[in-house]
């Protein structure tokens, strides 16, 4: 497995915790994603159960700059995904195309306590270059680690809510019992540490 490490320079400054959950935008706090047409659960080796989630939809725009995609689905609502490096050139997708889009939404695989006065940021982002076992084929997957404000915490599902990097709000599943452990203690609009896996695979269909 091939690792290239990227130190970001994203970072939401010295914002109080509770001030920096309080000023996300409301697209952020509910982004607008459709129904799955198929959803599937995996077992990744070191990190867990995870659901992978299916699309059918139609290429709309991208961004070769920013990677920003915009899709289309059947029923005509329209969303936008980060394409990751593994999808590579943009350029090479047309309007109106078929795409099949599978999506692993995240799971987070540590919680832990930053260090006093830490502030909201990305810490450090690895992209796995040639996907990762008990995936389909053609993912393109990154592993974040970011102080952010706890938004919400739902012990009963096992899941997290926090602002990610790109100001979108994520509610993630617990990868495994310690997760599942740590994010009970955990209090809403304080930082914490949190590392999570996401991934995404774009291909044309006929």
């Keep these: 497995m091939t690792f290239r490490t990227l130190k970001l320079a994203i970072a939401a400054g010295s914002l109080a915790a509770a001030s920096l959950a309080a000023a996300l935008p409301a697209a952020a706090q509910a ?3 459709p129904k799955p047409e198929a959803v599937e659960v995996v077992t990744l080796p070191g990190v867990g159960s995870a659901t992978v989630l299916t699309y059918k939809v139609r290429f709309v725009s991208a961004d070769p ?3 920003r995609v915009v ?3 059947p029923a005509g609502k329209r969303w936008a995904v980060i394409a990751p490096p593994l999808v590579g050139d943009l350029t090479a997708f047309r309007n109106g195309q078929s795409l099949l889009i599978r999506k692993l939404p995240g799971v987070v695989t540590a919680i832990a306590k930053p260090a006093k006065n830490e502030p909201a940021e990305v810490l450090n982002e690895v992209v796995v270059n040639d996907g990762l ?4 084929e053609g993912f393109g997957l990154r592993e974040v680690t970011i102080v952010a404000p706890v938004v919400g915490t739902d012990p009963a599902a096992g899941t997290v809510s ?6 979108y ?3 993630l599943k617990a990868a495994n019992g310690k997760v599942l452990s740590d994010l009970q203690t955990l209090q809403q609009g304080v930082n914490a540490k949190f590392t999570y896996v996401e991934g995404l695979a774009i291909n ?3």
């Design 31 to 33: 982004p607008a994603v």
């Design 65 to 67: 700059a920013t990677r």
């Design 71 to 73: 899709l289309e689905t």
């Design 133 to 136: 076992p008990g995936l389909p």
């Design 162 to 167: 926090f602002p990610g990097p790109d100001g």
């Design 169 to 171: 709000l994520r509610t």
């Design 204 to 206: 044309a269909v006929q």
